[in-house]
């Protein structure tokens, strides 16, 4: 329950004015008391307001400057102290460092009710509007925030959209920042993947949480830190503590846990994190103890490697290794697994063409419909494949596609699920005038254009046999003697923490090269160097027309 100042203000003037009407009472002290009816006989001192649901505390301040609550005080007849238009639960809610002691068997109470059985939605929300009621100092034990965050996720499509699961939701919340460092290593990791499901991705918390997972250290088993790593994953968060701790983690001779390394390469993989101990202490783990591997683990190291191009120090030994178990397990792999690999082993420039040829029977491509569902993501690297086969080893025999099975791309369709095979249409705004002001205008080079294949390039320049600029679109009549197709690679495109191109932007312009285009590559680091539009300009006519003098056209 959270309150503005006044309010908080107006609340404390309240409670002193009721402490006085109870001591005059109690003391039976006449004057104005006794004029109002309150000159009342004294109640025990063991019919406390605790004993009737709440609780009035005095404090004072030892000598030691820390706050010492007394023995609470009798007060009789609290209701006619109260004026008809207050609430008792507004008028006692406490805003202290700590809740009153009725408070946390209150908040215990409503959960256990909330898990008791199959309620009503209308029921649910009822029970969760009284639990938001209380701020997070009604949340001060662990177990109980953990045990609220697992009845959370059990009913979580029943009222959780509401406005009363919204308010839970930042109860827990604040509770989890507030008491992170308080957690033990059990509750932190039963705590994350609720989190997960509840959809929870407050920035602060989660580092919170992150910062006391540290704090353990290596206390944690394999499975903990595995569980840990596969939820900050799915909160799309990176941090850099954590990523060190777990290289540290790894970096151990003795055996490692297969699922542990691969819950830190899927980590890695989509925070775009080049982190070669990781890397490296998968691959000599792998080539270790491939026994232990399953073939859904093989398949996230291979992608993990195409993604951020990597390639261990053995590399030999590593391919003959990914050549055996490929033999030896084709059909173990699921149809989409075996697809990723091939995908990935092509990325880094490793063509196992006997393995591809393999994916383009009948037998092959029933099985991968039947097994799951052809979507965008798997008809998008069959037709990669192939396309890779075509253009990097012209000697080998011409692979076909059924038509189901490829990705036929238009003008009007939805650009490609992978990376490398959408176009940027949002380039940097610098750089676009620093191309009108070098080429002329927009007239003379394609943002986005769909080149043949597969493939849309970033920004299209074509040039005659002269090498001067010809208008898009073929108008002006004169023949094109040469594509220019520069690949913007901003920030996103490189791994987070090196300049190193991602595996499917490097195919990508590898392809492009191979189809007959002059690829120019434009990183984002050479741009953000060059402050001035002058500056730009001369930069990307160097890039583009290396043997003119001429600067503008």
Partial sequence: MTSSGPEIQRCFVALRQIYYKCVMSSCNIGGRGAARGLNRPPVPLTQTLSERGLCLYRRSYSNTGKITPHRPIPVPHIEELVSSDESITSLFSYHGDGPGPSVETTIEELIDELETGNHTEENCRRILKMISDFDKNGLQRCSTIVKLAKILTEIAEKCLKSSEGRGVLEVLDSALYTYASTFTKQQLCEIFPHLVKLGLKSI??????????????????????????????????????????????????????????????????????????????????????????????????????????????????????????????????????????????????????????????????????????????????????????????????????????????????????????????????????????????????????????????????????????????????????????????????HCANSYRLLGHHCIKQRHLALMGYRVIPIPFYELDALHSLAEKVRYLHDKIFPSSYRHLW
């Fill in 204 to 493: 602060p918390t989660i580092f919170a949480l992150l910062e006391q997972i540290l704090r353990h250290g290596g206390r944690l088993t394999d499975h903990q830190l595995s569980g840990v790593t596969d939820s900050l994953t799915q909160f799309d968060l990176s941090h850099e503590e954590f990523i060190m701790f777990v290289e540290t983690r790894l970096s151990n001779p003795t055996e490692l846990d297969p699922d542990l390394l691969t819950s830190a390469l899927r980590y890695i993989g989509s925070r775009r994190v080049r982190s070669t101990s990781i890397l490296d202490a998968a691959a000599a783990s792998l080539m270790k103890t491939v026994e232990n591997f399953t073939t859904n683990q093989i398949t996230v190291i291979i992608s993990t490697f195409a993604q951020l191009d990597f390639l261990p120090h053995r590399t030999t030994e590593f391919l003959v290794l990914m050549e055996d178990i490929l033999f030896e397990n084709f059909t173990k792999f699921s149809p989409v697994d075996m697809v990723e690999v091939l995908t990935g082993l092509c990325w880094l420039q490793k063509f196992p063409l006997n393995h591809v040829s393999k994916i383009t029977t009948n037998v092959f491509l029933d099985k991968l419909t039947n097994d799951t569902a052809l979507t965008l993501r798997t008809r998008c690297l069959l037709t990669q494949l192939l396309l890779t086969v075509r253009l990097e080893c012209p000697d080998a025999k011409t692979l076909r596609l059924p038509r189901p099975y490829r990705h036929l791309r238009h003008h009007n369709v939805t650009p490609l699920y992978l990376g490398a095979l959408q176009g940027d249409m949002f380039l940097p705004h610098t750089l676009l005038r620093a191309l009108e002001r070098l080429l002329g205008s927009r007239e003379y080079f394609d943002i986005g254009y769909q080149l043949p294949g597969t493939y849309p390039a970033d920004v299209l320049i074509s040039l005659d046999e002269g090498g001067c600029v010809v208008p898009k679109g073929g108008n002006s009549g004169t023949p094109v003697a040469t594509s220019v197709v520069l690949c913007v690679n901003s920030r996103d495109k």
